[in-house]
């Protein structure tokens, strides 16, 4: 499984960015998909997680209501809706997929890991 993510760049406070994580391999329709993300100095930690079917979504507390994961199975694609970016957001961002449940997901339950894409965000 090749998961390819894009869509990082340096932006400004407040504004938004759209990521996407690209699957190769087999279809994304049977596994939980997320993001994470890895600050500067600091350990990779949750972002937001995306259940298989019915979709239930997840988020870790500093990203409600500014963050919106979604999965299009037909395209084999994970995204991730950044809005109201802050500076603190900035990190390198990963897809994940495992199998089982979206919830409660700990970096150690990824079954697999996308390359990383770089969020800047500017005060």
């Known amino acids: 499984v090749q998961l390819q993510a894009s869509g990082g760049g340096l932006v400004q406070a407040g504004d938004s960015l759209r990521l996407s994580c690209a699957a190769s391999g087999p279809s994304i329709g049977t596994y939980a998909m997320g993001w994470f993300l890895r600050a500067p100095g600091k350990e990779r930690e949750f972002v937001a997680a995306i259940a298989l079917a019915v979709g239930s979504t997840y988020y870790a507390d500093s990203v409600k209501g500014r963050f919106t994961i979604s999965r299009d199975d037909a395209k084999n694609t994970v995204y991730l809706q950044m809005n109201s970016l802050k500076p603190e957001d900035t990190a390198v961002y990963y897809c994940?997929?495992?199998?089982?449940?979206?919830?409660?997901?700990?970096?150690?339950?990824?079954?697999?890991w996308g390359q990383g894409t770089l969020v800047t965000v500017s005060s």
């Open positions: 994940a997929m495992k199998g089982g449940r979206a919830a409660n997901w700990r970096s150690y339950d990824t079954a697999y």
